[in-house]
């Protein structure tokens, strides 16, 4: 059976559906989404890669990071980073290699978890990191179940102790995301309604709920005649259900705020990635394309009580600022080999690419984030 006729079947058993269940089934689906039936689509040869895939010191910087932020939390005996949605695991790699061989004390505390759906992915994830998950050092989650397992650390089910003694006993959380929410699923809206689909793949508009007609008048602008826009709701109640009882959480995408969309900017942001490829047909290829959408930062800011929003430059630029990226040059043995660092490093940080078009929030629970390194480029030079 392909997904088209799976798709069809659930329209006809359970009437017209809304675009978030046919992009998730698209992309999740156990067996016939695009994340489950391989991994050939990640990295520079495939449809899309990320900043893991460019070199190996944003994962090395970003390990900096979460040392810091460990020392911020007092260097407790045990903490968990909690990646949610880690692919091939490249940036899990990175991080523990570096934070083993610079950062022994923070290495010992650490756990990661890895919150991950895709069950090839999930299998790839204990082949690459096969020695730090036969130490102990790294496991395997549900990115279904990473919100309400977070959650259930401070469900007061069970027992009768006080919520604040228990946390006492919780590990401090690091929950990191990148490009993790521009992955989940969206509703699609225009001047017609809210979008459903009804038997191959043929569209219908329905009322917007009033859910959708709140999301818009506090987050998001109206769509004009002729106009789509998404309503990520599910990245809403997904980042409102994170929680944990101290600790810090990253984000890393791309996307943009309400004041951007009300100068006319980033107004219908579905795109579609296959074979090298973007496109903006999501029916065109269902289970073989990659769809994605833009993400809503004031909206996901406000679920996340974040600071204020940094480009993914300000906040590698502020992590590398202190040993002048020597995470980056380190290995290096001969300057042909500096030189080649020196050009994906820029790749990073430079707007021209990856450094303006990607966006870092940073939420702290139980802890002040506003002083990070990451969030205070050019503090060394101003103290």
Known sequence: MNLRKKIDQEVEAKGPMRFSRYMEMCLYDPELGYYSRHAEQFGKAGDFYTSSDVHAVFGRLMARQFEEMWRVL????????RELGPGRGLFAQDVLDWSEKKFPDFFKALHYSLAEQSQ????????????????????LGDVRGAAETLQ???????????????RKNIPPTIVFAN?????????????????????????TWVPLTEEENKFLDRYSVRPEPGERLEIPLIAQHYAEAIDFACGFLIAVDYGYTRDQQLAGRH??????YRKHSAGA???QAPG?????????????????????????SQFL????????????FEECRVPQERAKVALQLKHLITPSGMGESFHVLVAGKGVDAANLSGLNFGRLRRD
């Open 74 to 81: 007092g260097s407790p005996d045990e903490i968990e980073i």
């Open 120 to 139: 090839t992915l999930r299998e790839r994830l204990q082949v690459a990191l096969g020695r730090h998950f036969e130490r102990g050092k790294a496991s």
């Open 152 to 166: 259930s650390n401070v469900s007061t089910e069970g027992t009768d102790a006080p919520v604040a003694e228990r």
């Open 179 to 203: 490009e993790f929410f521009d992955a989940l699923p969206v509703e699609i809206v225009s001047t017609e309604g809210s979008l459903r689909l009804t038997q191959g793949l043929s569209e």
């Open 267 to 272: 107004r219908g942001t579905l795109m579609t």
């Open 281 to 283: 047909n999501p029916y």
């Open 288 to 312: 073989e394309q990659d769809i994605t959408a833009h993400v809503n930062f004031t909206a996901l800011s406000n679920a996340l009580h974040a600071q204020p929003l940094v480009t993914q």
């Open 317 to 328: 630029l502020g992590i590398g600022e202190s040993n002048q990226f020597s995470d980056a």
